[in-house]
């Protein structure tokens, strides 16, 4: 269909007569609460247009009936999640319209004290963000948390047609469909995708996209209110009495621009619309002046006596990572047991204590890539979800579960498979704590086997840990058989950041690290803190500061890197690559005047630069070097990949180079 074609059979159904008298004394409060929507969504561009505004705004004039009608089929209890376009569907589910207008306002008073503004927006069972299909995904996890409450609670998402383009709605459908979740989607279709014409933007049906994960399909639009507040009402008790998802499309038509003042849609077509439009149909009507005065006032009042207060710098800069550690050493006994199993050992006590466990082919006979999981499903089936090959999905799945009070663990098979997951996490993990003005936290914790020397090639064998350590309020964790990770796993329940955890591939099977004849262990701080591996009764003159599997490939190398170099060397294995708390243990890298990062990825941009850049700013004097991998993709064949990647051969002859450079000193 041409864009013509959509536009002619919207018309059709906005050509439909109008009962006034009968929609309003049968939906008085759903009319009242539109009017109220559409004077604050006025007001808004007012303010904007006289400099009290900051930032953008994406109003809902035409589109009101959408949020009214869904809102009124929901309870206090039910969920919501939102776009950019969200000012309706926020009024329509929590009627804090002050609220929000105090919140775009930049407000202490507002909903998220004015940081989140338009487009970011929480409330107790309501949350709106700006990416595209963002918040799908949360909206199963949220759906998935409210099912197994068995109280018969919904979530609603609500998305335009220019979502559609967006291949994460589809990974969320296909879960919710698979999952049986009680998650109800709905299509807000105005025919345009910004500036851009359907036609131009989404292809095919919109009910074979629903049929397509097995969702039940519901259609209506917004100028006939009579048949919109029944299916409205029908798709969501159905949703609710199933508890299985369903889908609906609601035509509409929004009558501002997208955002401020950016149209440049056709006028005719605008002034056609605007006239079918019911609330101005109401307007014109003349019966129902002292409504529409009514709202103007309520909400003039509130702009011109709202009294205003900011946010201040101190009660905003914070945040929820693990920073502060104590540099007390603490001596390390391991269990007689590999790291795999220890592993296995520790995330079934997180899951017997109540966390999810979800991933893909992790459920028995199989147990997960690695078999960290193997026989976790059997012992705890309610718990342990598998689920299709949708990275983002699950990641997002993970954190709707983990802001409703469940600290979800998600596995991503591969660590190079992150990138699938970049955005759930930088978009929404990271930021919902601060965004939301600290009511919520998303505490998700995302495991991962990272690394090569597995022969498996250029995308399974990557150390992305660089391109996520930069994510503000986001912990990354790193595992190493140096230590049981069962007390960092355990003390995961209390922080409420998101968390990385990175498990080396190589190290799943090696024994947990033993104190020897020549090294004893200490770990700092505690289950965050870094572990030092130290020589016995001597001084080491060179520090590794390293993590993960390299850090005990290093450490079971001692005697070889001593016998090629003639340094005595200790390792500093750092637990937390985020926050690298760096300045709490700078006295025990004062004892050695040389220092080598290693790192699993290529140098550049990389960790070695931030762990060296805290103790060069401290101590100018200290020798240095970074080691890395080669900054090529990281080859399957044997020789060319330990000659790709910093393997402890590769390690020794980099410090061989090292000490010559300090002896021409």
Same mark, same amino acid.
């Not at 009968?22 to 009319?31: A, P, W």
């Not at 099912?147 to 994460?168: A, H, I, P, R, Y």
């Not at 059997?378 to 799945?397: C, H, R």
């Not at 690298?580 to 005047?593: A, P, Q």
């Given at each position: ?57 994406? =109003? ?5 009936? !959408? $949020?009214?009608?869904? &809102?009124? *089929?929901?309870?206090? /209890?039910?969920?919501?999640? @939102? ?112 500036? =851009? ?5 989404? !292809? $095919?049906?919109?009910? &074979?996209? *629903?049929?397509?994960? /097995?969702?039940?399909?519901? @259609? ?446």
């Amino acid at each position: 269909m041409t864009i013509s074609d959509h536009i002619n059979s919207f018309k059709q159904l906005a050509l439909i007569e109008y009962d006034l008298v009968g929609i309003v004394s049968k939906h008085s409060h759903e009319i009242q609460q539109a009017i109220l929507i559409r004077e604050v969504e006025n007001s808004f561009l007012d303010l904007f247009n006289q400099g009290e505004m900051n930032g953008t705004v994406h =109003t809902c004039v035409g589109q009101e009936f !959408s $949020g009214v009608a869904i &809102s009124s *089929a929901l309870n206090s /209890n039910d969920w919501v999640t @939102s776009n950019h376009r969200c000012h309706g569907h926020f009024i329509s589910k929590t009627n804090n319209w002050q609220g929000l207008i105090d919140e775009l306002r930049g407000f202490k008073s507002g909903v998220c004290m004015g940081i989140g503004s338009s487009q970011h927006l929480y409330a107790e069972g309501f949350l709106s963000n700006g990416p595209q299909a963002s918040l799908i995904p949360v909206g199963s996890g949220i759906a998935k948390f409210l099912k197994d409450k068995k109280n018969q609670n919904v979530c609603v998402s609500f998305f335009g047609e220019g979502t559609l383009g967006e291949g994460l709605i589809y990974e969320s459908m296909n879960l919710a469909s698979i999952m049986e979740l009680p998650h109800v989607f709905v299509l807000e279709n105005n025919l345009y995708s910004q500036s =851009t014409p359907q036609s131009a933007a989404v !292809s $095919g049906s919109f009910s &074979s996209r *629903a049929e397509a994960f /097995n969702l039940k399909y519901y @259609s209506a639009n917004t100028w006939d209110l009579e048949e919109l507040f029944k299916t409205c009402k029908e798709a969501i008790e159905f949703s609710r009495e199933t508890q299985t998802p369903c889908f609906i499309d609601i035509k509409t038509y929004r009558l501002n621009a997208h955002s401020k003042s950016d149209d440049d849609r056709d006028k005719d077509e605008i002034e056609f619309f605007s006239s079918r439009d019911p609330l101005n149909l109401l307007l014109s009507h003349g019966g129902f002046q002292d409504i529409f005065d009514k709202a103007k006032e309520q909400v003039h009042s509130h702009i011109q006596n709202t009294k205003p207060s900011f946010l201040e710098k101190n009660e905003y800069f914070h945040d929820q990572l693990p920073r502060k550690i104590s540099a007390k050493p603490k001596e390390v006994i391991n269990p007689d047991i590999r790291l795999i199993n220890s592993l296995n050992k520790a995330y079934g006590d997180e899951i017997k204590n109540g966390s999810y466990f979800i991933g893909e082919d992790i459920l028995d006979p199989y147990g997960g890539a690695f078999k960290v999981s193997k026989g976790l499903s059997n012992l705890y089936p309610d718990k342990v979800i598998g689920t299709p090959i949708s990275e983002a999905a699950i990641t997002g799945f993970g954190i709707g579960l983990s802001m409703m009070g469940n600290k979800s663990f998600v596995e991503i098979m591969f660590g190079d498979f992150l990138s699938y997951s970049f955005d759930q996490i930088l978009s929404n993990a990271s930021k919902f704590y601060h965004m939301y003005a600290f009511q919520c936290s998303a505490p998700v914790r995302i495991r991962t086997p990272m690394g090569g020397k597995r022969g498996y090639g250029p995308t399974h064998s990557q150390s992305l840990e660089k391109y996520f350590i930069g994510m503000d309020n986001v912990a990354m964790l790193a595992i190493s058989s140096l230590i049981d990770p069962t007390p960092l796993i355990r003390e995961l329940r209390n922080i409420d950041c998101p968390a990385i955890i990175l498990e080396n591939k190589v190290d799943y099977g090696k024994k947990l690290f033993k104190e020897n004849e020549f090294l004893s262990i200490d770990q700092i701080g505690g289950p965050f803190g870094p572990v030092l591996v130290k020589p016995k009764e001597m001084n080491a003159d060179l520090t590794f500061i390293t993590y993960g599997g390299t850090a005990r490939e290093i450490s079971d190398g001692f005697i070889d890197i001593f016998e090629e170099t003639g340094f005595i060397s200790q390792v500093l294995c750092l637990t937390a690559l985020n926050p690298l708390n760096i300045n709490s243990i700078f006295r025990l890298l004062k004892r050695t005047k040389s220092i080598i990062t290693v790192e699993d990825g290529s140098t550049s941009f990389g960790i070695g630069a931030e762990v060296l850049v805290n103790i060069l700013s401290k101590e100018k004097n200290t020798n240095f070097k970074r080691i890395g991998a080669e900054p090529y993709p990281i080859p399957s064949i044997r020789n060319l990949e330990d000659q790709c990647l910093p393997t402890l051969s590769h390690i020794i002859d980099e410090v061989i180079l090292f000490k010559k450079e300090i002896e021409k000193k």
